[in-house]
């Protein structure tokens, strides 16, 4: 979309997450926006047919952000007109019996999208440096050596670990993944009353948990790791943007834009030529299928 300046949402040096505005519209109506998202994801589907054809880059679309701030809904209205068999999700939760008995990467490796797929991680490899950094005791129940507790665990783990995704990623980037990485960023005042629309409206009440208050409590601590991963792993080959999310349906149309503008700079991304002895014969073809009448 014209009116959306791409570019605006790249974390290309530090930031300051309070000073990241949370609300756009654009001044445009939600039946706009929603017009305009369509247009956008429908050519979206079109690049991915295109990608699928072409065969040699994946795409990795990555989205963190508290909870309420629309991740699950910007996956079911953005990818939309996608072909089903050329998109996948991934939700990752609490990790698993078998997934603790490895490393914190491993889950999130075997997700990844293959050659001419979108893969989407709804929450990431991300949560290894915000919920473990919220609450250190998570870490325990990986079984690191060296690590025996809390105290053990200092700044330099968490340097470390930074160092570690980036290397995951740009080895990710490195073998034909475009990676695109999303903070749907939601204010506090938002987050509360979407909360409580999860209370009053029957239909949404599966949606709500106890734990969703005790989390918000810690919203603060939140902001902080969120703030200081992003600093430390936008890169060129694997960039944070962080989307202001308190109107879902610009967000939407934000990220649906940022994909398509960026995607479209890969022109080498186009549907194969057929064979040349196939082509010469394409007539032969045709005359064979009419013969059959």
């Not at 991934?90 to 008995?101: A, G, I």
């Not at 938002?190 to 949404?204: H, N, S, V």
């Not at 936008?234 to 879902?248: E, G």
Request: hydrophobic share 35%; charged share 30%; net charge positive.
């Amino acid at each position: 979309m014209d009116y959306i300046n791409s570019s605006a949402y790249r974390v290309t040096g530090p930031m300051k997450i309070s000073e990241v505005p949370t609300r756009e519209d654009f001044g445009l109506s939600d039946k706009q926006l929603k017009k305009d998202l369509k247009i956008t994801r429908r050519e979206l589907g079109e690049f991915q047919d295109m990608l699928y054809a072409h065969g040699k880059y994946s795409v990795l679309i990555c989205l963190q952000g508290m909870d309420t701030s629309g991740k699950d809904s910007l996956i079911r209205e953005v990818f939309k007109d996608f072909n089903v068999s050329g998109v996948e999700v991934h939700s990752f939760k609490v990790p698993t019996e078998l997934e603790l008995d490895h490393n914190y990467l491993w889950r999130h490796y075997i997700a990844l999208p293959a050659k001419g797929k979108f893969g989407v991680f709804n929450r990431t490899h991300y949560e290894n440096v915000l919920v473990t950094r919220v609450h250190p005791e998570y870490i325990l129940g990986e079984r690191i050596p060296g690590i025996h507790s809390v105290a053990d665990i200092q700044q330099k783990f968490w340097d470390k670990r930074f160092e570690q995704i980036n290397n995951f990623e740009r080895h990710l980037f490195e073998n034909g993944t475009i990676i695109f990485k999303f903070f749907l960023h939601l204010s506090k005042e938002e987050q509360r009353q979407r909360l409580l629309r999860r209370l009053d409206i029957r239909e949404k009440h599966w949606k709500f948990s106890p734990g969703d208050l005790k989390e918000r409590k810690l919203w603060e601590a939140y902001q902080s790791c969120y703030e200081e991963a992003i600093n430390n792993t936008s890169k060129s080959y694997a960039p944070w943007d962080v989307i202001p999310a308190d109107n879902k349906k610009a967000a939407r149309v934000i990220v649906a834009t940022i994909l398509l503008e960026r995607l479209k700079k890969y022109k080498d991304i186009r549907e194969p030529a057929l064979d040349a002895k196939i082509m010469a014969n394409l007539e032969t073809y045709e005359n064979q299928l009419q013969g059959e009448r």
